[in-house]
């Protein structure tokens, strides 16, 4: 099915798809609510339903991107690709949260428009290479962001004491040692340890050092 509020280029569109085999245009819309509206109506019998919708991410009143969360939650086996002139990483991120399977820029080839309706046919998704690698910068700065929130929330778990005994770990001295450098009990600074490898996770001492270090706890 394709979706675009312009009649010409739903027109261009399948002029271009109708030369490919093995690929049928069953019907064509012009906003997301018609979009809806048409799947409602084929719903009682799937094998009406279409495979894959080519989906404008512009459109008047309820977006692609809207549309398409929608289709995605009411019907699992219709599978949308954007269509989109922004190369916008806001637009893409929100597109693949929505549940899209694939985005392509309007300036892509007839053949990579093609390649990506068949990928996606077949299961697997498609992004054109500008817009993967958009993606990719945007999934490696939530690890990034993730991996800094979840250093301050093990950093949160130690207490200025037990900070202060990690560090002389890190540094190779022994419970006994570090006992006399701060004036307690071994079995206190036994304790502590046990305490921090606790709530991190950890299962040994050479664990917890190793953490220490590559998680800059101290």
């Known amino acids: 099915m394709l979706v675009d ?11 271009l798809l109708e030369q490919a085999d093995g690929l049928e245009i069953i019907d064509e819309a012009n906003d997301g609510e018609e979009v809806l509206d048409k799947l409602k109506v084929l719903q009682p019998d799937p094998s009406l339903l279409p495979d894959l919708i080519l989906m404008d991410i512009s459109l008047p009143g309820m977006s692609g991107i809207q549309t398409t969360q929608v289709i995605s939650r009411l019907y699992k ?3 949308v690709l954007m269509l989109s002139m922004h190369n916008n990483e806001d637009y893409i991120l929100r597109s693949v949260e929505a549940g899209a399977y694939g985005y392509i820029l309007k300036d892509s080839s007839s053949d990579e428009m093609i390649k990506a309706i068949r990928t996606i046919a077949s ?4 992004y054109s290479s500008p817009v ?6 945007g999934y490696m700065q939530q690890l990034k962001k993730g991996d800094r929130h979840g250093r301050a929330e ?5 207490s200025n004491k037990e900070k202060e005994i990690l560090q002389f770990l890190v540094d190779g001295m022994s419970s006994r040692e570090i006992a006399e450098k701060l004036q307690l009990s071994v ?3 036994d304790n502590h340890r046990a305490n921090m490898m606790r709530r991190l996770q950890v299962r040994n001492a050479a664990e917890l050092v190793r953490m220490a270090v590559e998680d800059k706890l101290i």
């Open 5 to 15: 509020d312009h009649s010409i280029v739903r027109d261009g569109i399948r002029l």
């Open 77 to 79: 086996n219709v599978r």
């Open 123 to 126: 299961g697997e998704k498609y």
């Open 132 to 137: 993967a690698s958009i993606i990719l910068s």
């Open 154 to 158: 093990r950093q949160s778990k130690l």
């Open 187 to 189: 079995r206190t600074v």
